[in-house]
Structures are given as C-alpha cells and as structure tokens.
T-cell receptor, first 115, second 110 residues
Framework: GAVVSQHPSRVICKSGTSVKIECRSL??????MFWYRQFPKKSLMLMAT?????????EQGVEKDKFLINHASLTLSTLTVTSAHPEDSSFYIC???????????FGQGTRLTVV | LAKTTQPISMDSYEGQEVNITCSHN???????ITWYQQFPSQGPRFIIQ???TKVTNEVASLFIPADRKSSTLSLPRVSLSDTAVYYC???????????FGKGTHLIIQP
C-alpha cells in the first residue's frame, strides 16, 4: 500500500517554543492531507484539512493561529504548533488518500510533549 | 459521514476467529466501509474496505449485508499481536477527512 511518513516520531519542547511536524507521501501525490490529534485512550479527532497550494481548512474549535499548516508541494504538508503549552501535548497524526481504492493512509504519528 | 457504532471492547484467545460488528444505519449511497487497526502510539493501519457483499484479503474478511446498515470484520485465527483498537468508518472518498468513532479495543489472550 501507499506510504505516508511522519517526522519526528516524538519531540519534547519547552513551553513557548514552536514545533514543526512533517508529513510526506512517499510514493504518491496527495493534493489533500489531513491532520488529526489523539489524546490518551481516545479516538482520533480531525483538526484540519491541508490543501496543496491553498489555505488549510480547520475544524470547529481548532485555532488556526496555533496550528499552522503549510502544504507547499504534492508530497509534503507541515503542521507547526506555535507557542506550545503543556495542554498541546498530544499524539498528532497525518493522513493522505491514495492507492487503488482511494483509501486513507496514516503516518506513524508524532508524540509531542510540552514541558 | 455516517455515524458508526461498535462494541467498546472484546476479548478472545489465540487461534480463534474474531468477528467485530459495526452498525452504520445512516450510511449514504456513496459511502464505503473501511476498517483500520491501531496499536498504541502508532497511526491507524488500513485493514480492509468494501461496499457490499464480501471482501477478503490476506489479513481479514469484511461482510456487508444487502442493506449495508452494518458490517462485520472477521479476523481468522487471531494471535496476541492482533491486540489493538479497531475502527470502523463509513465514508465517501475524496477530499473529506475521516470521522473516527470510539473503536473496539480487542484483547487477545494466550
């Protein structure tokens, strides 16, 4: 199946700093990528839809100035958590559609810990 | 995006066949049914997808009745490594993100 690679897999940062997470589609082009957030023992929550060459679409309640999304090419989307605070600590997962059945493929996830 | 309902948890033993049923009463005509598996601290992994009747691949089978209001994921001869959360989704393709329900936490015991 198609491969979506996410980097880094885990990151620890200090409060007030910004962290960038990369999501790449390795063997297919993705005009649309998605960013999810997952708290412990909870399900994935869609945060935003990343569109190549245009602004991202954010779900209700997600601060676009806090979670900056850039989709500069057909294989790369980035999520930047700006001025991170401990409550931003979570598991962030990206996804892209591809493959023969247009199924969604997910990255490995990024464990963000803000101290 | 159709809402899905699945059991919160299930237990089984190694070597058994496990069937997880999902209901999606409001499934739309263009929705496909897709199942994902997620291990702790990993992204979900695609298992199988279908529209109607039966679909089988190397890891699972998916049974969908004619009314498509439910579906059953069948895992043959499970092993300890099949312990994971399994998500059922009913959604169309294209530009929409996926809405995940609570999933089924499957626990396989020796």
């Amino acid at each position: 199946g198609a491969v979506v690679s996410q980097h880094p897999s885990r990151v620890i940062c200090k409060s007030g700093t910004s962290v960038k997470i990369e999501c790449r589609s390795l063997d297919f082009q993705a005009t649309t990528m998605f960013w999810y957030r997952q708290f412990p023992k909870k399900s994935l929550m869609l945060m935003a839809t990343s569109n190549e060459g245009s602004k991202a679409t954010y779900e209700q309640g997600v601060e676009k100035d806090k979670f900056l999304i850039n989709h500069a090419s057909l294989t790369l989307s980035t999520l930047t958590v700006t001025s991170a605070h401990p409550e931003d600590s979570s598991f962030y997962i990206c996804s892209a559609r591809g493959g023969a059945q247009d199924e969604a493929f997910f990255g490995q996830g990024t464990r963000l810990t803000v101290v | 995006l159709a809402k899905t309902t699945q059991p919160i948890s299930m237990d089984s033993y190694e070597g058994q066949e496990v069937n997880i049923t999902c209901s999606h009463n409001n499934i739309a005509t263009n929705d496909y049914i897709t199942w994902y598996q997620q291990f702790p601290s990993q992204g979900p992994r695609f298992i199988i997808q279908g529209y109607k009747t039966k679909v089988t691949n190397e890891v699972a089978s998916l049974f969908i009745p004619a009314d498509r209001k439910s579906s059953t994921l069948s895992l043959p001869r499970v092993s300890l490594s099949d312990t994971a959360v399994y998500y059922c989704l009913a959604a169309g393709g294209g530009a929409d993100g996926l809405t995940f329900g609570k999933g089924t936490h499957l626990i396989i015991q020796p």
